[in-house]
């Protein structure tokens, strides 16, 4: 057997070439021992990836859940949706809306970030007020210092 993918010659019983690892075409079975033979032929599935079968329950298939998807939701409607953002006090009540609203996932999920960022950049804005502050302090009190020496000293 020849191996389609490196050309290597391989046995005729071997699955896989010896030279590259590739899966070797299986051979062909004559059709009277598929016939005999009660079992089910197992097929290949088409994909990479294995699928576990479906599990018996008392006989009867398992169902499946299907999942709500939502429509992709395009660029133009995220870019829609962050300049409504940015208009001042009406951009944040239709966030707050829109973060709540369940009509439309894709919007809701989007709004809902919005607010997280929001809520971020006003820790991080009340952070470095405070950082600013305390540091201003400091300078200041090392300047009442140097007009207090200057005092004594006039």
């Known amino acids: ?4 993918k490196c050309g290597a010659l391989c046995q005729d019983n071997t699955m896989f070439c010896t030279s590259c690892g590739n899966r070797l075409a299986a051979q062909q079975q004559p059709q009277q021992s598929q016939q005999q033979s009660n079992q089910p032929v197992y097929q290949q599935p088409q994909n990479n990836y294995y699928q576990q079968p479906p599990v018996m329950n008392g006989g009867q298939p398992m ?10 939701t395009s660029i133009g409607k ?8 940015l208009i001042p006090l009406i951009g944040f009540i239709l966030t707050i809306v829109f973060a709540v609203d369940k009509s439309d996932m894709n919007r809701a999920n989007f709004f809902r970030a919005q607010l997280i960022i929001m809520a971020i950049g006003v820790l991080l804005g009340i952070l470095s007020v405070f950082l600013v502050l305390s540091a201003g302090v400091g300078i200041l009190n090392e300047f009442y210092d140097v007009f207090d020496a200057i005092e004594y000293l006039v």
């Open 1 to 4: 057997m020849v191996c389609n």
């Open 63 to 72: 169902q499946y859940q299907t999942q709500k998807t939502e429509p992709v």
């Open 78 to 85: 995220y870019l829609l949706w962050w300049l409504i953002g």
